[in-house]
Nanobody, 118 residues
Framework: VQLEESGGDLVQPGGSLRLSCAASGSIFRINDMAWYRQAPGKQRELVAAVTRGCSTNYADSVKGRFTISRDNAKNTMYLQMNNLKPEDTAVYYC?????????????WGQGTQVTVSS
């Protein structure tokens, strides 16, 4: 099983980006999914999470600006980021709990860089 993020870029403050996370491999079912981020010198933090049933929760710092969603048919998760701020600069990681016809295991993507700067 692999998770691959895409969509990271350099954007000006106030701009928007859409991140994608695609899962591939021997997948029976993808359960909870989430986006984390890690800025230089800081710990990795939860940005937003979505259950298989599409219930969501967000870090206070991104509420009202970011929207997490998923397409179960495509094994893909998205993060729409609006009104980006310099403090959103970080490597964004996809995380998912996936059942591969056996037990459930956690998986991480390699990360995609988001830089917010003028």
């Amino acid at each position: 099983v692999q998770l691959e993020e895409s969509g990271g870029d350099l954007v000006q403050p106030g701009g928007s980006l859409r991140l994608s996370c695609a899962a591939s491999g021997s997948i029976f079912r993808i359960n909870d999914m989430a986006w984390y981020r890690q800025a230089p010198g800081k710990q990795r933090e939860l940005v937003a999470a979505v259950t298989r049933g599409c219930s969501t929760n967000y870090a206070d710092s991104v509420k009202g600006r970011f929207t997490i969603s998923r397409d179960n048919a495509k094994n893909t998760m998205y993060l729409q980021m609006n009104n980006l701020k310099p403090e959103d600069t970080a490597v964004y990681y996809c995380h998912a709990r996936i059942s591969d016809y056996g037990s459930e295991s956690p998986y991480w993507g390699q990360g995609t860089q988001v830089t917010v700067s003028s």
